[in-house]
């Protein structure tokens, strides 16, 4: 007995030590990545076509720092990135016809790496989980759907109107997540159904808001927090690869003039990097942890759309 429990002690060990050599190596290599990548940028925003339309050396390199930031918070807690970002990107003076394409073609390029590395780390299984991947396939269908709905409405109803009731619906399901942290709530697909169009509409529409409602809405369908953050990931690159298509398609057809790529180097570069790291946040937080700060970053995220529409 003495035996084997000092060979399960040896093994223990042994797996620890290679964890966390595999951790530190994950970590040195992402540090290299961001320097070089850090390098490119400042050298492109000198001779590459950013010289002539962003503002210099260092605006060039806020703008991946931002980007990084607010992926690695979206990344983390399924939220926020372009919610966050669009409005910084704004109040840099740039124009949406600028931001929009950029940021969808990021988060497009970034929710695709987010959910490899969170497959691969253990925070979901995309392959074995049937509740998972009939959420992921719902919310990836759905896309299309709410995409075309947020044209058609759009025309018809005023945004402020929409803006301030989807921020309503939100700040609704945060405070339920925040009043059910003790609760194990049973998986239902049929409120991923409904909650997947409306966030998808909510895409279509104003570019954002996609996150808090669906990862909060699978929290509250039943689904574990470190899975609704990954199916989150996975989801909304599909719809933001539908809206990107959809956004040039109506360019081409409809005219428009050349669109400008200025931003999406720096801002796809900036998101991706933050992935690595931001998997491994979501490992180490526990269920429960998790729970709370989605529920919290849900409620400001919504209270901030709020505070938007009384600005306006």
Same mark, same amino acid.
């Given at each position: 007995?003495?035996?084997?429990?000092?060979?399960?002690?040896?093994?223990?060990?042994?797996?620890?030590?290679?964890?966390?050599? $595999?951790?530190?190596? &994950?970590?040195?290599?992402?540090?290299?990545?961001?320097?070089?990548?850090? *390098?490119?940028? $400042?050298?492109?925003?000198?001779?590459?076509?950013? $010289? +002539?339309?962003?503002?210099?050396?260092?605006?060039?390199?806020?703008? *991946?720092?931002?980007?990084?930031?607010?992926?690695?918070?979206?990344?983390?807690?399924?939220?926020?990135?372009?919610?966050?970002?669009?409005?910084?990107?704004?109040?840099?003076?740039?124009?949406?016809?600028?931001?929009?394409?950029?940021?969808?073609?990021?988060?497009?390029?970034?929710?695709? *790496?987010?959910?490899?590395?969170?497959?691969?780390?253990?925070?979901?299984?995309?392959?074995?989980?049937?509740?998972?991947?009939?959420?992921?396939?719902?919310?990836?269908?759905?896309?299309?759907?709410?995409?075309?709905?947020?044209?058609?409405?759009?025309?018809?109803?005023?945004?402020?109107?929409?803006?301030?009731?989807?921020?309503?619906?939100?700040?609704?399901?945060?405070?339920?997540?925040?009043?059910?942290?003790?609760? &194990?709530?049973?998986?239902?697909?049929?409120?991923?159904?409904?909650?997947?169009?409306?966030?998808?509409?909510?895409?279509?529409?104003?570019?954002?808001?996609?996150?808090?409602?669906?990862?909060?809405?699978?929290?509250?369908?039943?689904?574990?927090?470190?899975?609704?953050?990954?199916?989150?990931?996975?989801?909304?690159?599909?719809?933001?690869?539908?809206?990107?298509?959809?956004?040039?398609?109506?360019?081409?057809?409809?005219?428009?003039?050349?669109? +400008?790529?200025?931003?999406?180097?720096?801002?796809?570069?900036?998101?991706?990097?933050?992935?690595?790291?931001?998997?491994?946040?979501?490992?180490?937080?526990?269920? &429960?942890?998790? &729970?709370?700060?989605?529920?919290?970053?849900?409620?400001?995220?919504?209270?901030?759309?709020?505070?938007?529409?009384?600005?306006?």
């Amino acid at each position: 007995m003495t035996t084997l429990t000092q060979s399960n002690v040896a093994v223990l060990t042994r797996w620890l030590a290679q964890r966390l050599v $595999a951790r530190r190596l &994950r970590i040195g290599i992402w540090l290299l990545a961001v320097l070089a990548a850090t *390098f490119g940028i $400042a050298v492109s925003s000198q001779v590459g076509p950013m $010289a +002539d339309l962003l503002p210099g050396t260092m605006g060039v390199l806020a703008i *991946f720092g931002a980007a990084l930031v607010c992926e690695f918070v979206d990344s983390s807690l399924g939220m926020g990135y372009g919610t966050t970002l669009t409005p910084l990107l704004l109040l840099a003076g740039f124009h949406p016809l600028q931001i929009v394409p950029a940021v969808l073609m990021s988060e497009f390029a970034t929710g695709l *790496f987010a959910a490899v590395f969170h497959h691969r780390d253990g925070n979901v299984d995309f392959v074995n989980d049937t509740h998972v991947r009939r959420t992921t396939l719902l919310l990836s269908l759905l896309s299309g759907v709410g995409a075309i709905l947020a044209v058609c409405v759009a025309l018809s109803l005023p945004k402020t109107l929409l803006t301030g009731i989807i921020s309503g619906i939100v700040l609704a399901m945060g405070v339920i997540i925040l009043a059910t942290t003790h609760r &194990r709530i049973r998986y239902r697909p049929a409120n991923i159904v409904a909650l997947g169009a409306v966030a998808a509409f909510n895409k279509g529409l104003s570019g954002g808001g996609y996150g808090p409602l669906v990862t909060s809405g699978q929290v509250l369908s039943g689904l574990s927090p470190k899975q609704a953050v990954a199916v989150t990931s996975l989801a909304e690159s599909v719809t933001c690869l539908i809206g990107l298509l959809a956004y040039t398609a109506a360019r081409t057809f409809f005219g428009g003039g050349e669109q +400008d790529w200025s931003l999406a180097l720096p801002l796809t570069c900036g998101a991706c990097l933050s992935v690595p790291m931001s998997t491994l946040v979501v490992r180490a937080i526990p269920g &429960r942890v998790l &729970r709370i700060a989605v529920g919290v970053a849900t409620c400001l995220l919504a209270l901030l759309a709020f505070g938007k529409l009384l600005l306006v």
